[in-house]
DNA sequence: ACTCCTTTGTTAAAAAGATAACATAAATTA
DNA sequence: TAATTTATGTTATCTTTTTAACAAAGGAGT
């Protein structure tokens, strides 16, 4: 009912990514079809137990009450509030390649309240141009747009061997959240947080589930 | 020593995620510079604690012996055994905009056994040019070269209303992993698996630490 | 050669997280 | 209107995962 306060008790990490997952398959559905929907159906979407789906709401106090299904309206709007998405914040992207090029793209900023401001490079070709209307702009003109537009969070798409430097001077720019797609572990004073978007993980564990699957299927020969 | 089996446990999801960090920041140092590495000095470029690392080793019989520090090298290999990196595996990529072409142009894939067949796209313009010698056919082709090369995995890069129906194709041409780039949560059968890459979340989850993070500093307030 | 320090492997304890069970409440049907 | 069904909130139990503690083993220095 309140969704208000984490109440002083540590909130589990797997717990905000699920929140998170919940929050993307419900933003999907086509609004007609799902006014309202229950645990159960919400969590076979994401492979879970619906047992789960509750109790991570039961975390934020619940967000329905006993008899009724979850209103999906009242599900979005209270897990934008948890994750922060109801305050607009400013978004900035460093490394124009296709990686980057690709993040500007990407439409699904806006609606999480995320306000792509301006795009960096260093690359002389391509300051001055613009993708979906955000300007690429110089990197020595990093701090000084950071500092007019108030912008707290910046997505490193560089090359691995810029990485590290790029992360320096955004911090001395004053950025709080770094959303790193380079390979490499940033190193940052703590009170910045670095959101690790290692690519190569994702696709090493998937060779390992291909593996070991094979592996049961196969009688474990080797 | 043996580095072989699971012994029959069952591994927790974690630590395989933590084993692809390892290999990720161990190929990432400079040889020369390290040919050893104590569980002490890996779990800090991490953040997390010796014990950690070496309990998540152990679960594979470990890769060292007391005493000693691990060897790089040596740990470079098991993990990769561990990760099933160390056979071949063929790779494709379907949906080239701008993430399949960073995707695409992203050099890590031969240093993981992962050999890059073929790219894939609905455009004709797109469709008869290859990038970095790795040409882009037409999706119509798919089932063909999957079947001939025998591609176990596929990458989804296409826009999200492509994304089910392209992976219904791929498992009707029979690959077995699919690396899902979209924000989609797609439905397949039991035996494919399926390692989301959902951007978003890492985004939303970015929000809600520098969120949290503002509360502990600002005192709750609200 | 012996002691001290460092380091890993291993086992045990502690903490955290997921699952199940149950109480409560609304809607539907007889 | 009462009983049944379906649903969520909540608490308790159980499982998993992390952390700590300890034993074994090599290397360095005296």
Redesign the pocket.
């Known amino acids: 009912m309140t969704f208000e306060k984490p109440k002083k008790k540590?909130i589990?990490?797997?717990?905000i990514t699920r929140l998170a997952q919940y929050l993307n398959c419900l933003s999907l559905l086509p609004t007609e079809q799902y006014e309202e929907i229950?645990?159960?159906e919400l969590a076979s979407k994401i492979e879970?137990?619906?047992?789960?789906v509750?109790?991570d709401?039961?975390h934020f106090?619940?967000?329905?009450?006993?008899?009724?299904?979850?209103k999906v309206n009242d599900l979005i709007i209270g897990l934008e509030r948890i994750l922060g998405l109801d305050q607009q914040q400013k978004l900035i992207i460093v490394g124009m390649g296709h990686l980057g090029q690709a993040l500007a793209s990407y439409k699904n900023f806006e609606p999480l309240g995320l306000n792509l401001v301006a795009l960096f490079d260093v690359n002389p070709k391509l300051i001055g141009l613009s993708l979906r209307d955000v300007p690429i702009k110089d990197i020595d003109d990093l701090p000084a747009i950071v500092a007019k537009h108030n912008v707290t969070i910046a997505a490193i798409t560089t090359p691995t061997s810029a990485a590290q430097n790029t992360a320096n001077m955004l911090v001395a720019a004053g950025i709080k959240g770094i959303w790193n797609f380079s390979p490499v572990n940033l190193t940052t004073p703590p009170d910045v947080i670095v959101q690790n978007e290692h690519l190569s993980v994702g696709l090493m564990t998937l060779s390992y589930r291909l593996k070991t699957l094979n592996k049961q299927n196969d009688g474990e020969q080797e």
């Open positions: 540590k589990p990490q797997m717990t229950s645990s159960k879970l137990k619906p047992t789960q509750r109790q709401f039961h106090g619940g967000f329905g009450q006993a008899g009724y299904r979850y």
